[in-house]
Protein backbone atom coordinates (compact mmCIF):
# COMPACT_ATOMS: atom_id res chain seq x y z
CA UNK A 1 0.00 0.00 0.00
CA UNK A 2 1.24 3.87 -0.36
CA UNK A 3 2.19 5.72 2.17
CA UNK A 4 2.05 9.78 1.35
CA UNK A 5 4.37 12.57 3.14
CA UNK A 6 3.51 16.33 3.14
CA UNK A 7 6.06 19.03 3.09
CA UNK A 8 5.98 22.66 2.48
CA UNK A 9 3.38 24.47 4.61
CA UNK A 10 4.39 27.01 6.32
CA UNK A 11 3.41 30.70 7.66
CA UNK A 12 2.59 33.39 4.79
CA UNK A 13 0.99 36.72 4.50
CA UNK A 14 -2.57 37.13 2.51
CA UNK A 15 -1.47 37.18 -0.99
CA UNK A 16 1.28 35.58 -0.91
CA UNK A 17 2.38 32.07 -2.45
CA UNK A 18 2.71 28.57 -1.21
CA UNK A 19 3.59 25.27 -2.56
CA UNK A 20 2.67 21.50 -1.36
CA UNK A 21 4.17 18.27 -1.87
CA UNK A 22 3.15 14.91 -1.50
CA UNK A 23 5.96 12.09 -1.78
CA UNK A 24 4.20 9.07 -2.26
CA UNK A 25 6.10 5.51 -1.64
CA UNK A 26 5.29 1.84 -1.54
CA UNK A 27 2.97 1.28 -4.19
CA UNK A 28 2.87 2.28 -8.17
CA UNK A 29 1.90 5.95 -7.61
CA UNK A 30 0.77 6.05 -11.57
CA UNK A 31 -1.76 3.71 -10.32
CA UNK A 32 -3.53 6.53 -7.52
CA UNK A 33 -6.15 9.14 -7.88
CA UNK A 34 -4.32 11.64 -5.35
CA UNK A 35 -6.56 14.65 -3.74
CA UNK A 36 -5.96 17.43 -0.99
CA UNK A 37 -7.61 18.26 1.52
CA UNK A 38 -7.78 20.38 4.62
CA UNK A 39 -8.94 20.70 8.03
CA UNK A 40 -10.05 23.95 9.23
CA UNK A 41 -9.31 25.98 12.92
CA UNK A 42 -12.98 24.84 13.29
CA UNK A 43 -12.32 21.05 12.75
CA UNK A 44 -13.78 20.72 9.24
CA UNK A 45 -12.31 18.41 6.29
CA UNK A 46 -13.00 19.96 3.10
CA UNK A 47 -12.18 18.65 -0.05
CA UNK A 48 -9.65 21.17 -1.95
CA UNK A 49 -8.40 19.93 -5.45
CA UNK A 50 -8.37 16.09 -7.40
CA UNK A 51 -6.28 14.72 -9.93
CA UNK A 52 -6.67 11.84 -12.10
CA UNK A 53 -3.98 9.43 -12.63
CA UNK A 54 -1.98 10.44 -15.68
CA UNK A 55 -3.48 13.76 -14.70
CA UNK A 56 -5.35 15.07 -17.38
CA UNK A 57 -8.32 15.73 -15.65
CA UNK A 58 -8.75 17.63 -12.17
CA UNK A 59 -11.04 19.05 -10.07
CA UNK A 60 -11.57 21.94 -7.39
CA UNK A 61 -13.61 23.43 -4.85
CA UNK A 62 -15.19 26.42 -5.63
CA UNK A 63 -13.20 28.43 -2.67
CA UNK A 64 -9.74 27.49 -4.40
CA UNK A 65 -10.95 27.48 -7.84
CA UNK A 66 -8.52 29.92 -10.06
CA UNK A 67 -6.36 30.72 -7.21
CA UNK A 68 -4.80 26.80 -6.55
CA UNK A 69 -3.41 24.36 -8.91
CA UNK A 70 -3.25 20.73 -8.57
CA UNK A 71 -0.50 18.64 -10.41
CA UNK A 72 1.35 15.55 -10.35
CA UNK A 73 4.83 13.79 -11.56
CA UNK A 74 4.63 9.89 -11.29
CA UNK A 75 8.26 10.04 -12.38
CA UNK A 76 8.67 11.47 -8.91
CA UNK A 77 5.75 9.71 -7.44
CA UNK A 78 4.83 13.33 -5.84
CA UNK A 79 1.55 15.17 -6.23
CA UNK A 80 1.85 19.29 -5.59
CA UNK A 81 -0.69 21.67 -4.87
CA UNK A 82 0.04 25.13 -5.81
CA UNK A 83 -1.17 27.92 -3.47
CA UNK A 84 -1.57 31.08 -5.16
CA UNK A 85 -3.38 34.75 -4.03
CA UNK A 86 -3.71 33.01 -0.59
CA UNK A 87 -6.40 34.10 2.27
CA UNK A 88 -6.72 33.86 5.80
CA UNK A 89 -9.71 31.59 5.59
CA UNK A 90 -6.87 29.57 4.04
CA UNK A 91 -5.24 28.38 7.39
CA UNK A 92 -5.92 24.69 7.67
CA UNK A 93 -3.99 21.75 8.03
CA UNK A 94 -3.55 20.20 4.31
CA UNK A 95 -3.83 16.47 3.84
CA UNK A 96 -2.35 14.61 0.62
CA UNK A 97 -5.00 11.60 0.12
CA UNK A 98 -4.85 8.37 -2.58
CA UNK A 99 -6.73 6.10 -3.80
CA UNK A 100 -7.52 3.19 -6.52
CA UNK A 101 -10.34 4.58 -7.34
CA UNK A 102 -11.23 6.90 -10.60
CA UNK A 103 -14.03 8.54 -8.40
CA UNK A 104 -11.67 12.13 -7.79
CA UNK A 105 -14.57 13.28 -5.39
CA UNK A 106 -15.05 9.58 -4.05
CA UNK A 107 -13.75 8.30 -1.30
CA UNK A 108 -10.00 8.23 -0.35
CA UNK A 109 -7.99 5.34 1.55
CA UNK A 110 -4.85 6.62 2.15
CA UNK A 111 -3.60 9.54 3.96
CA UNK A 112 -0.45 11.94 5.01
CA UNK A 113 -0.06 12.85 8.64
CA UNK A 114 -0.64 16.48 7.27
CA UNK A 115 1.10 19.78 6.73
CA UNK A 116 0.25 23.22 8.40
CA UNK A 117 -0.72 26.41 6.17
CA UNK A 118 -1.04 29.54 8.03
CA UNK A 119 -2.04 33.01 6.37
CA UNK A 120 -1.74 36.18 8.15
CA UNK A 121 -3.71 38.90 7.30
Known amino acids: QVQLVESGGGLVQAGGSLRLSCAASGGTFSRYSAAWFRRTPGGAREFVAAISLSGGTTDYAESVKGRFTISRDNAKNTVYLQMNSLKPEDTAVYFC??????????????WGQGTQVTVSS
Open 97 to 110: AATLSTLLRGSYDY
